[in-house]
Protein backbone atom coordinates (compact mmCIF):
# COMPACT_ATOMS: atom_id res chain seq x y z
CA UNK A 1 0.00 0.00 0.00
CA UNK A 2 1.34 3.93 -0.67
CA UNK A 3 2.16 5.26 2.71
CA UNK A 4 2.51 8.74 2.80
CA UNK A 5 3.90 10.26 6.63
CA UNK A 6 4.06 13.90 6.60
CA UNK A 7 6.27 15.47 9.42
CA UNK A 8 7.90 18.89 10.55
CA UNK A 9 5.15 21.11 11.36
CA UNK A 10 4.74 23.41 14.05
CA UNK A 11 4.25 26.93 15.71
CA UNK A 12 6.39 29.54 14.09
CA UNK A 13 6.10 33.22 14.33
CA UNK A 14 5.59 35.78 11.50
CA UNK A 15 8.64 35.42 8.94
CA UNK A 16 9.68 32.24 10.38
CA UNK A 17 10.67 28.91 8.94
CA UNK A 18 9.97 25.14 9.24
CA UNK A 19 10.71 22.18 6.70
CA UNK A 20 8.28 19.52 6.52
CA UNK A 21 8.79 16.83 4.76
CA UNK A 22 6.77 13.48 3.51
CA UNK A 23 8.33 10.07 3.94
CA UNK A 24 6.99 7.59 1.61
CA UNK A 25 6.83 3.44 1.07
CA UNK A 26 4.59 1.28 -0.57
CA UNK A 27 5.76 2.47 -4.38
CA UNK A 28 8.82 3.49 -6.59
CA UNK A 29 9.19 7.27 -5.35
CA UNK A 30 12.07 7.59 -7.99
CA UNK A 31 9.99 7.14 -10.87
CA UNK A 32 6.48 9.48 -9.06
CA UNK A 33 6.42 13.11 -9.73
CA UNK A 34 5.11 14.72 -6.07
CA UNK A 35 3.23 16.98 -5.04
CA UNK A 36 2.31 19.58 -1.60
CA UNK A 37 -1.36 20.51 -0.40
CA UNK A 38 -2.44 22.34 2.08
CA UNK A 39 -5.93 22.94 3.77
CA UNK A 40 -7.25 25.26 6.12
CA UNK A 41 -10.76 24.21 7.69
CA UNK A 42 -13.92 24.98 6.20
CA UNK A 43 -11.59 25.69 2.64
CA UNK A 44 -11.08 23.58 -0.42
CA UNK A 45 -7.23 21.61 -0.77
CA UNK A 46 -5.21 24.13 -2.40
CA UNK A 47 -2.03 23.27 -4.53
CA UNK A 48 1.16 23.93 -3.36
CA UNK A 49 4.11 23.13 -5.36
CA UNK A 50 5.15 20.42 -7.45
CA UNK A 51 8.50 18.24 -8.77
CA UNK A 52 9.34 16.12 -10.73
CA UNK A 53 10.57 12.70 -10.40
CA UNK A 54 14.10 13.63 -11.03
CA UNK A 55 14.44 17.10 -9.01
CA UNK A 56 14.79 18.87 -12.22
CA UNK A 57 11.22 20.65 -13.12
CA UNK A 58 9.25 22.93 -10.14
CA UNK A 59 6.19 24.62 -9.64
CA UNK A 60 4.66 26.62 -7.51
CA UNK A 61 1.26 28.29 -6.62
CA UNK A 62 1.99 31.93 -7.17
CA UNK A 63 1.40 33.22 -3.24
CA UNK A 64 4.40 30.94 -2.11
CA UNK A 65 6.26 31.59 -5.03
CA UNK A 66 10.08 32.84 -3.66
CA UNK A 67 9.13 31.82 -0.39
CA UNK A 68 8.63 27.99 -0.44
CA UNK A 69 11.09 25.43 -1.88
CA UNK A 70 10.17 21.43 -2.93
CA UNK A 71 12.85 18.93 -2.90
CA UNK A 72 13.29 15.53 -2.49
CA UNK A 73 15.58 12.76 -1.79
CA UNK A 74 15.35 9.52 -4.07
CA UNK A 75 17.73 7.76 -2.06
CA UNK A 76 15.55 8.20 1.23
CA UNK A 77 11.41 7.97 -0.43
CA UNK A 78 11.30 11.57 0.69
CA UNK A 79 9.78 14.69 -0.25
CA UNK A 80 10.90 17.82 1.04
CA UNK A 81 9.07 21.58 1.64
CA UNK A 82 11.43 24.20 3.06
CA UNK A 83 8.98 27.33 4.36
CA UNK A 84 10.70 30.69 5.11
CA UNK A 85 8.92 34.45 5.10
CA UNK A 86 5.95 32.59 6.27
CA UNK A 87 2.58 34.58 6.86
CA UNK A 88 -0.34 34.32 8.86
CA UNK A 89 -1.91 33.09 5.46
CA UNK A 90 0.28 30.51 5.41
CA UNK A 91 -1.61 28.52 8.33
CA UNK A 92 -2.98 24.93 7.16
CA UNK A 93 -2.73 21.64 7.01
CA UNK A 94 0.23 20.29 4.38
CA UNK A 95 -0.21 17.26 2.90
CA UNK A 96 2.11 15.60 0.21
CA UNK A 97 0.45 13.68 -2.93
CA UNK A 98 1.50 11.68 -6.03
CA UNK A 99 0.90 13.07 -9.47
CA UNK A 100 -1.87 11.19 -11.11
CA UNK A 101 0.38 10.73 -14.21
CA UNK A 102 2.38 13.08 -16.40
CA UNK A 103 3.51 16.24 -15.29
CA UNK A 104 0.81 18.12 -14.69
CA UNK A 105 -1.79 15.89 -14.85
CA UNK A 106 -2.79 16.72 -10.89
CA UNK A 107 -2.38 15.40 -8.21
CA UNK A 108 -3.99 11.75 -6.18
CA UNK A 109 -6.47 11.76 -3.94
CA UNK A 110 -4.70 9.77 -1.39
CA UNK A 111 -2.81 11.97 1.26
CA UNK A 112 -1.41 11.30 4.52
CA UNK A 113 -2.54 12.48 7.83
CA UNK A 114 -0.77 15.80 7.38
CA UNK A 115 1.00 17.97 9.16
CA UNK A 116 0.07 21.50 10.73
CA UNK A 117 1.53 24.81 9.95
CA UNK A 118 0.30 27.47 12.39
CA UNK A 119 1.80 31.09 11.66
CA UNK A 120 1.09 33.44 14.68
CA UNK A 121 2.63 35.73 16.88
Known amino acids: DVVLVESGGGLVQPGGSLRLSCATS????????MNWLRQVPGKELEWVAR????????DYEESVKGRFTISRDNSKNTLYLQLNGLTTDDTAMYYC??????????????RGRGTQVTVSS
Open 97 to 110: ARERAEYGSGYESK
Open 26 to 33: GFTFKLWH
Open 51 to 58: MDNTGART
